[in-house]
């Protein structure tokens, strides 16, 4: 891997812990459940950034199939809620 590729994926990680901790804190104190929702979409796609990135840092494909996995799960998550927060059940 090229110092310059190296350089840019370590700065790339660390920039996205910065937006989960932002994402934390909105996850934390927001004031209402809709923004709650949306911080957790929010880190549950910066979590699959993540996992692509290290994906490419240590050139394995066991990482493409975990961002895959994590990005199905937040789906029906994000799904679920959204459902619980319209009408106050999730099965019908």
Do not use: C, H, N
């Not at 459940?33 to 979590?47: H, M, S």
């Amino acid at each position: 891997m090229s110092p310059l590729l190296s350089l840019a994926i370590t700065i790339t990680l660390g920039l996205y812990a910065v937006a989960m901790g932002i994402g934390l804190v909105r996850l934390m104190r927001g004031p209402s459940a809709q923004d709650r929702v949306l911080a957790l979409d929010f880190l549950y796609i910066v979590g699959m950034l993540v996992m692509l990135v290290l994906a490419i840092r240590y050139d394995s494909s066991m990482y493409f199939e975990g961002a895959f996995l994590m990005v199905l799960f937040g789906f029906v998550g994000s799904l679920a809620m959204a459902k619980f927060l319209l009408r106050g059940e999730v099965i019908e």
